[in-house]
Structures are given as structure tokens and as C-alpha cells.
């Protein structure tokens, strides 16, 4: 390596070091939640008149990035924990832990932000019979601030449930 090589080096090196240091850190949430909400109507499999709810106790983490003059450019963060699938007026609950990431960025072309959200979102196993429900893989999302909306488009991996099985599984007594 010559003399100029090693000074384009040494160079480039300092003006990440330099960057670095004038780039503010991100900023860092942590939520701890728990949510309660329908999953499927078992009436659509001609199990019953019930629905199969989730109470869900989980954590997001976030990192959002900005700029140096205060403009959002990034967001990484991590969603975590663990699914209790139910039927009102029965004992049997199933739970599974889940846990999935998310980037997301500003598509400089079109303003767009676009997310990407590898994990697993629902990994639930039922004793002696194996996967009752799971899901994973990875999806890419695009989200238009101007209409407030989240359009899929693309998505790829496992997705595994048997609802009619779920359903009879946690029918309420007669």
C-alpha cells in the first residue's frame, strides 16, 4: 500500500469518527403493555358461538434516529412476549412466546416510509400435538403519512394454524 492509499485511509476513518460524534444518539423508549382483544369468531368454522380472544403481555423497544438538525431518518426496535389464547367461560388457555424486529426508513424517491419486520409473531404448541399456531418469517410494510395507511407488500415465511383444530380445542363446557 503506498503513502496515499494509507492517507485515504486514515482520512475516511476520521470522517466517520468525526460524524459519529456530532450525530445525536438515539432516542429510546421502552413500553410494557398488556391487551386483550378478539382473534377469530369460531361461528366462521361451525364450532360454536364464541371467539377465541388473546391476552397479550409483551414489551417494545425502540431506537429512533434523527438527524443533526432533528429530522426523523430512522426507527429499529423489538416487540416481545407472550400470547394466552382463550375462550370466555372455559379454563383451557395455550401460550406461546413471540418476539420480532423492525427497521424502518424514509424511501428518499417517494417519501414513503418503508418498514421491514423479521420474527416470530405467534409460536404457540400444544402438548402431543405440536404448532398449534405459528407464524414467521419476515413481511415488508409501506406506510403513506398523507392517508394514514399501512399497505403489505411483501411477506414470507411460515404460516401455520389450524383454526377449526383451536377452536374445538377451546370450546367452552356445554
Known amino acids: 500500500m503506498n503513502r496515499l492509499s494509507s492517507l485515504l485511509i486514515v482520512l475516511v476513518v476520521s470522517l466517520v469518527v468525526v460524524t459519529t460524534a456530532f450525530a445525536a444518539p438515539p432516542v429510546r423508549d421502552t413500553i410494557e403493555y398488556v391487551d386483550d ?7 366462521d368454522f361451525g364450532v360454536g358461538d364464541f371467539w377465541i380472544s388473546n391476552n397479550e403481555i409483551g414489551t417494545v423497544r425502540t431506537d429512533t434516529f434523527y438527524d443533526q438538525d432533528g429530522n426523523w431518518s430512522m426507527e429499529k426496535g423489538q416487540w416481545s412476549g407472550t400470547a394466552h389464547l382463550y375462550v370466555e367461560g372455559s379454563d383451557k388457555v395455550v401460550a406461546g412466546k413471540f418476539v420480532f424486529n423492525w427497521t424502518a426508513v424514509e424511501d428518499p424517491e417517494t417519501g414513503l416510509q418503508l418498514s421491514h419486520w423479521p420474527g416470530n409473531w405467534w409460536h404457540i404448541n400444544l402438548p402431543g400435538y405440536g404448532n398449534l399456531v405459528h407464524f414467521a418469517g419476515m413481511e415488508n410494510w409501506e406506510y403513506d403519512p398523507q392517508v394514514d395507511e399501512w399497505i403489505l407488500i411483501k411477506e414470507a415465511g ?13 370450546a367452552p363446557p356445554p
Open 37 to 43: 382483544y378478539g382473534v377469530v369468531y369460531c361461528g
Open 158 to 170: 411460515l404460516r401455520s394454524v389450524d383454526w377449526e383444530f383451536v377452536c374445538e380445542y377451546l
